[in-house]
């Protein structure tokens, strides 16, 4: 990061900032307690962003390509979102960087342990996490992941992006993790080698990702996923959750509210 | 006794001058072959594995023999911390023109060049790039050893020559 920016982001730290938002033009910002907050600093220009990408890759796009095409990319617990002018050709997809929103991890140890005791009474079953657009969703599965672990759950965890089980997180002591691979690869991975008793995912968002979702229900093991949504209307207005929510693939729906700094979990039974 | 031994020291001096001099060339060759051949596992792991160039200037340092060379994957393995403060193309530019001094001007720009390259996205020209530039580097060092070939008997035949004037003119 540039000097001028972590000097500016210095006196934050205390605010525990959830992304810092750099959009070409425009003063860096960092986005905190639901909103985003300009940064006593100099406005970003495109140069700022690809130093930025620069050091999150090694400067070695050529091997981030993939990821950036998609929108994204992930380095250790951080993953920064890209923005800018698409271009068909190979490479990054991008002909111009104009916004980058780096994503800034927090482990809330505790956050979760009531809601774990709510979603364990009567058993485990099929659960559903949501909330819009960076409401905790991640951070929600990840604490779910390492405390039903340790519980002695047998979790198979698919890591589509590296971005759960990145070095700094603990994931428990009976998690297996498959990344770098699809949601279907890697639960039909994780079905056949480590016969676990519960799969999480995070964000089931695309077709493949429901036909994975699909072919794992009825094999007998829990499921555990975050998705995109407000709340549960919204998810009926997409045609693949409307199949899925209308099969009783899940029993149970985990609601994310954001108040303030902190976040609530409303667990609501679908059955 | 004592002019005899004063002009063969003379002699002796210009013609280990004259080997110092073909040495430096000898080893100026072997300096630019050896940066050509880590330029060439370059483009292997980057067309192969993708590497990222970290752990390429990484490996390169650990099995490159020739200190010159050596320094400067050192150098860009050191710098690459500075990423994000600088841009790679500027590091890679400061790292050329620090340790690669063994090259002519004309290769030092050929290889500066290839700074803006290796930041792009696409595997493909990064490749290329580098080949192109082995390539020259190859040819340079093949003028060096045929220069070589050519003038060694002419560089120790004229300074033995200056030698030998120079004792005419003492004695």
């Given at each position: 990061m540039p000097a001028e920016l972590v000097q500016a982001m210095e006196r934050y730290k205390g605010f525990l900032p959830e992304e810092i938002r750099l959009r070409c033009g425009h003063r860096p910002a960092l986005f905190y307690a639901g909103e985003e907050h300009p940064l006593e600093a100099m406005p970003i220009n495109e140069e700022t962003l690809v130093r930025i990408l620069q050091r999150a890759t090694g400067a070695s796009l050529y091997q981030a390509s993939a990821a950036?095409?998609?929108?994204?990319?992930?380095?250790?617990?951080?993953?920064?979102?890209?923005?800018?002018?698409?271009?068909?050709?190979?490479?990054?997809?991008?002909?111009?960087?104009?916004?980058?929103?780096?994503?800034?991890?927090?482990?809330?140890?505790?956050?979760?342990?009531?809601?774990?005791?709510?979603?364990?009474?009567?058993?485990?079953?099929n659960t559903l996490i949501l909330s819009p657009p960076g409401g905790g969703k991640t951070t929600a599965l990840r604490n779910l992941i390492r405390l039903?672990?340790?519980?002695?759950?047998?979790?198979?965890?698919?890591?589509?992006?590296?971005?759960?089980?990145?070095?700094?997180?603990?994931?428990?002591?009976?998690?297996?993790?498959?990344?770098?691979?699809?949601?279907?690869?890697?639960?039909?991975?994780?079905?056949?080698?480590?016969?676990?008793?519960?799969?999480?995912?995070?964000?089931?968002?695309?077709?493949?990702?429901?036909?994975?979702?699909?072919?794992?229900?009825?094999?007998?093991?829990?499921?555990?996923?975050?998705?995109?949504?407000?709340?549960?209307?919204?998810?009926?207005t997409r045609d693949s959750y409307r199949r899925l929510m209308n099969r009783g693939v899940f029993q149970r729906a985990v609601l994310i509210h954001t108040r303030g700094n902190k976040r609530h979990y409303e667990v609501r039974s679908l059955v | 006794m004592r002019k005899m031994l004063g002009a063969v020291l003379i002699l002796l001096a210009s013609v280990y001058g004259a080997y110092l001099l073909l040495l430096r060339q000898r080893e100026r060759r072997k300096d630019i072959l050896a940066l050509q051949s880590s330029l060439l596992i370059l483009k292997r792991e980057l067309k192969e594995r993708l590497t990222p160039l970290k752990e390429c200037f990484e490996l390169l340092q650990q099995r490159e023999k020739r200190e010159n060379v050596k320094a400067f994957?050192?150098?860009?393995?050191?710098?690459?911390?500075?990423?994000?403060v600088k841009r790679f193309s500027a590091l890679w530019h400061q790292t050329v023109t620090d340790t690669l001094t063994f090259l002519g001007s004309q290769q030092t720009e050929r290889v500066c060049s290839l700074g803006t390259v290796l930041e792009g996205a696409d595997a493909e020209p990064l490749c290329e790039a580098l080949e192109s530039v082995a390539l020259d580097l190859g040819a340079c060092a093949r003028t060096i050893e045929e220069k070589q070939r050519d003038n060694t008997r002419l560089a120790f035949g004229i300074s033995f020559s200056l030698g030998a004037l120079f004792i005419i003119m003492l004695i």
């Open positions: 950036l095409r998609e929108g994204y990319y992930c380095t250790g617990s951080l993953r920064i979102g890209v923005c800018g002018q698409t271009t068909a050709g190979r490479g990054t997809g991008f002909a111009h960087f104009s916004s980058l929103a780096v994503r800034l991890p927090h482990e809330c140890r505790g956050a979760c342990d009531t809601l774990k005791k709510e979603l364990t009474r009567g058993g485990f079953r039903l672990s340790n519980d002695g759950m047998r979790i198979g965890v698919i890591d589509e992006r590296g971005e759960l089980s990145a070095d700094v997180y603990d994931l428990g002591r009976c998690s297996d993790v498959v990344s770098g691979t699809n949601k279907l690869s890697g639960a039909l991975l994780l079905l056949r080698s480590m016969a676990p008793q519960l799969i999480a995912a995070d964000e089931i968002t695309a077709p493949e990702d429901i036909a994975a979702i699909e072919e794992i229900v009825g094999c007998g093991t829990s499921l555990l996923v975050t998705a995109h949504g407000k709340n549960l209307a919204d998810l009926n | 994957y050192q150098q860009l393995v050191a710098g690459m911390t500075s990423l994000g």
